[in-house]
């Protein structure tokens, strides 16, 4: 299903939900620090989604690759964990690389977008990079949208800053169309050909998402049959926002107020 919401109330809506997700995940950043416990972040999270009269899209979602309903309100990978990320008794260490993914639906339509950040001080060199990586391949994607662009000009605008930063790319999970619920087509991989795929039209909402792991493009299912790792064990980074195509471009929804 791909939903166009070519009302100016419809568009206000998506543009609350991603202040709100924006607004939380910068909250949770600025909480997270060395001794923080995944589960406490899952606790704010929620706190923070009732408080605002938002809706989870994550505790109740019970897709085909994960191990029945989610259960929590927001995704927390650490270091080789990359996608779903399952929140669990663990408190962060110095230097661990933390990415908070979320979706909260806010008058009936969802936002979703995704941070990685270092926690405590140690900066190793090999995760600042990989982080500023996805988060420049990211700014391409939004660059390359807009009303007459297909989804192929951004996937390949995105794979191009990952493969050029020597990264493999996997293309089983990427970007999505989203509105009323948080996962639409069209699919938007990670890379791509131009000129090929769906036609984007104003009123479209997309997640667009690089995501890398450091050394392989295989991922392997965590025991709790949700958070997928790197198969080497070796980090990984994330980053996503919610955009809207506009009759100029494209309009960013994720940001922090």
């Keep these: 299903m791909i939903e166009i919401l070519n009302h100016p109330t419809l568009l206000a809506r998506a543009k609350g939900a991603g202040a709100l997700v924006a607004d ?3 909250t949770l950043k600025g909480r997270s620090a060395v ?5 406490d972040i899952d606790r704010w999270a929620q706190e923070m989604i009732v408080a605002a009269g938002g809706k989870s899209c994550y ?3 019970a897709p085909s690759f994960g191990r029945g309903p989610f259960g929590h309100y927001i995704c927390t990978a650490v270091n080789d964990a990359v996608l779903h990320g399952r929140p669990h008794d663990y408190a962060l260490a110095d230097g661990d690389l933390l990415t908070l993914d979320l979706a909260v639906s806010l008058d009936g339509v969802a936002a979703d977008a995704a941070i990685s950040f270092l926690v405590g001080g140690a900066r190793p060199p090999e995760s600042v990079a990989m982080i500023e990586t996805t988060e420049r391949a990211l700014a391409a994607g ?3 949208a807009g009303p007459g662009a297909r989804v192929g000009d951004l996937s390949h605008a995105i794979g191009t800053v990952l493969s050029e930063a020597g990264y493999p790319i996997n293309t089983e999970f990427g970007g999505h169309g989203i509105g009323s619920t948080m996962h639409q087509d069209p699919h938007i991989p990670n890379t791509g050909r131009p000129g090929r795929g769906y036609t984007l039209r104003p009123g ?4 667009l998402e690089p995501w ?3 050394d392989t493009a295989e991922l392997v299912t965590d025991a709790d049959g949700w958070t997928l790792r790197s198969a080497t064990g070796c980090r990984t980074a994330h980053s996503e926002h919610t955009i809207a195509i506009t009759e100029d471009g ?3 929804l994720t940001l922090p107020r």
């Design 24 to 26: 939380i995940l910068h």
């Design 35 to 39: 001794g923080t416990n995944l589960l």
């Design 59 to 61: 505790v109740d979602y």
């Design 142 to 144: 939004v660059a390359a």
């Design 204 to 207: 479209l909402l997309l997640a």
């Design 212 to 214: 890398v792991m450091a």
């Design 250 to 252: 494209a309009e960013i």
